[in-house]
Every structure is written in C-alpha cells, then in structure tokens.
C-alpha cells in the first residue's frame, strides 16, 4: 500500500474485544496476571502499553523499520539512543545540530565519559577524519536545522559502517512522509514527534525506529530501565495527528515554497535556507534522498535589528520555538531554538544572529503572502537604512 492509505489504514486496537475502530487510550498502569506465572502482553505500562504499541507499530512500518520506541520527548528518544554508549567512547556528530542535541551531547553525557567531537559533515572525508576506533555513533540532522545544509545520508552511512560505527540520524525536519533514512543506510532514526509527527503543537513526544532486531532489543531494554516512554494519552495523540501527516505536509510544503519563493525576491532577503528552491546548492542530492524540501526554511537580512523587527510584525507567524504544526511560526534560532549550545560550540559553528527560521503551516497561501508583506513593510519602516541595501 502506498504511504496514503497506510497513514490510515492500520490494526487500530489489535485483540481489543469490542473491535473499536479508533485507538482506544489504555490508561492504566499495570495489567493483571491471570496466574503468578502466567503474565500476558503486557504488564506494566512503563515497559509496555497497547495504545503506544499501536504509535510504535505504525511509525516502524512509515519509516520502512521493524521496531519503534515512543518517548515522552525527542530529547528523550536521543537520550535513549546515546544509553548505547559506555564510558570512553565518542560520538562524531555534524555541526549544523538541534541546540539541545548539543546541549545533551557536551553538557550531560561529558559527565559519563563520552566525548562529542562536532565537524561539518558537508565535507564527508574531513568529516570522517574525526573518526576514531573509540567512535561508536555518528550523528547527523539533514537538512539541517537552522541552516539546511543537506548531508549526504548514504555516505555518511558507510562511513560511519567502515569504522564499525553506527549511524543514527534525527529526520524530525522531513518526517516519514519525505524521507526514510532507514533506506539509505542509516541504522537509527529519531524523530522529536513533537513537530510534524504530532502536527499540532499538543503533544511532546519522541520516537526511536531502527531495522535490527540487536538494536530494537538494546533500546527496549534502555527505554524501560530509564522509564521515559510515551504516556497513552500522549500516544493517542500522536496516532490522532500521525493520519494527517501527508495532508498537512502536502499543503504546507505548497505555502512554504511560495514563501521560499517570495522572500528570495525580496530586496532586504540576503539568502534564504531551503533545499526547495533550485538555487539552494544542497537541492539536487536533496532531491535524491527524499521526495520534498518540506515547509521549514531560514532566511537572513544582514541586520539582527530588521529581521527582528519583521519576526515581530507578523500577525499569522507566531513567534514560538518549535515546527511543523498546521499553524505557521517565525523564531530567531540564535536566541530562541539554540540558545542552548554551548558557549564553546558557538565560536565553532555557524550560527548567524540575523537568521529568521520560519515553519510554514496549512494556511491560506495568500494569507501568508499578504502578512509577510506587511510585516516586512512595517521591518523597513522601522529600520529604514539596514533595508535595501542589506547590510
Ligand atoms: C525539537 C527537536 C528535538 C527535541 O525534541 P523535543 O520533542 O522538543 O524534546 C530534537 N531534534 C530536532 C531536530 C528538533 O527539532
């Protein structure tokens, strides 16, 4: 079936006996055992809850996985998958990464003995040089989140294969719907469900899918021993706002490419950050890993005060850290998504300061046309000599 009709064409309540059409919230804590020694499918929820077991089902079966692990947060998908290292190992990661990735990766788990070394992975050789045989996961994002670089997913895959490392990459920004990392050679996926998976800004939640039956063992034992998996309303939510997925991308990657479209004409727009727009350099191996640029992009001024000022003007564009919700919002990730990195990774990456990251939601294209004209009016009225020239 194609992915369409398997969005919401699913076992909904598996062995329920009233056969329930929709997923009913199994909101209890523990099961009853019919003997001592005889326990069922499930027993405890932390370990096991049907409602999640549907969530679980169904993101390993739209990211083309045997087995997916539901969270009570993105931050805590990526937690559990660092629960595979041991003291003395390192994890090489991009540079271009989630703030609070990097603030788990340098801040937390540097309490453990494991080291993050941070390289751009835009160049793969340099990159791969970091690889050490203490290496034992490398991490990537693409596109890339605030700057969308897109990394070679394949490559970086047998990179990380040939140093006996394994490659886990976040695919929060594409979702299942445009790209299956599993496919290109990625051993582990993560999502923070909290963006497009959810779609409507209600529900934290974050999902582990992998494709070995070694790995799906090692995260099942490491999310019940650190009991942080998805609750089942929580899980519920996530199957409510899973069926809509391609619906709602459809229609914000439409809008956001005609965004993209509009603010790359306009005069104070010094470069915009999206692999849907042919002058993105990234499009065409964009084009090659995953079937749309989706409807997150950035986009620079040359000028922190005008891009403020036009951040601040929207009416439509809400000003609000996350993506991917049906509603469109506008941030500055320098002091609001990644604010978190750490003072010394800043000096290392790029992260300009003017950068406007917008995530464009399913409303009417015009709309959101008509907004950011007035906002970008009002910007240049109020900044009148950072306007134009750019600078
Ligand atoms: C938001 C986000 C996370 C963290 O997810 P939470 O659900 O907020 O914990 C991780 N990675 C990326 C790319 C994100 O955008």
């Not at 306009?266 to 350099?281: K, L, N």
Request: with cysteine; proline share 6%; hydrophobic share 40%.
């Amino acid at each position: 079936m194609k992915f369409a009709t398997r969005l919401v064409n699913f076992q909904a309540a598996p062995k329920d006996p009233y056969q329930p059409s929709v997923t009913p919230i199994y909101q209890t804590s523990t099961f009853e055992r019919e003997t001592m020694d005889a326990s069922g499918e499930f027993d405890y929820s932390r370990s096991g809850n049907p409602t999640r077991a549907v969530a679980e089902r169904q993101l390993a079966s739209l990211e083309n996985g045997t087995h997916a692990f539901c969270f009570s947060s993105g931050m805590a998908a990526i937690t559990a998958v660092t629960g595979l290292l041991r003291s003395g190992d390192q994890i090489v990661s991009d540079i271009d990464l989630y703030g609070g990735t990097c603030r788990l990766f340098s801040r937390v788990l540097n309490r453990s003995g494991i080291r993050a070394v941070y390289a751009d992975a835009l160049a793969p050789d340099a990159f791969a040089a970091h690889f050490t045989p203490a290496t034992r996961l490398v991490h990537i994002e693409s596109p890339t989140n605030p700057l969308f670089h897109i990394l070679d997913i394949q490559r970086l895959a047998a990179a990380a294969h040939a140093h006996g490392a394994l490659l886990s990459i976040d695919n929060s920004v594409m979702s299942p719907y445009l790209q299956n990392p599993l496919d290109l050679g990625a051993d582990i996926v993560i999502h923070s469900g909290t963006k497009f998976l959810g779609g409507h800004h209600d529900v934290t939640c974050g999902a582990v899918i992998v494709k070995d039956e070694g790995l799906a063992d090692q995260i099942r034992f490491i999310s019940n021993a650190e009991g942080a998996a998805l609750s089942p309303f929580d899980s519920f939510l996530l199957l409510r706002g899973l069926q809509t997925l391609k619906l709602r991308i459809d229609c914000q990657q439409k809008n956001a490419l005609a965004v993209a479209r509009w603010l790359a004409a306009r005069p104070e727009v010094t470069r915009v950050f999206y692999p849907g727009i042919a002058a993105d350099p990234a499009f065409s191996l964009h084009q090659r890993q995953a079937s749309g640029p989706g409807s997150v992009m950035s986009f620079s001024t040359g000028s922190v005060a005008l891009s403020k000022a036009i951040a601040e003007s929207t009416r439509l564009f809400h000003i609000a850290v996350s993506f991917g919700s049906v509603t469109s919002s506008i941030s500055m990730p320098a002091t609001m998504s990644h604010a978190s990195v750490p003072p010394e990774l800043l000096a290392q990456r790029e992260l300009p300061p003017d950068l406007v990251r917008v995530s464009v939601g399913v409303e009417d294209e015009e709309d959101l046309i008509a907004d950011l004209d007035q906002a970008f009016e009002r910007a240049a009225g109020l900044h009148p000599s950072t306007s134009a020239t750019g600078v």
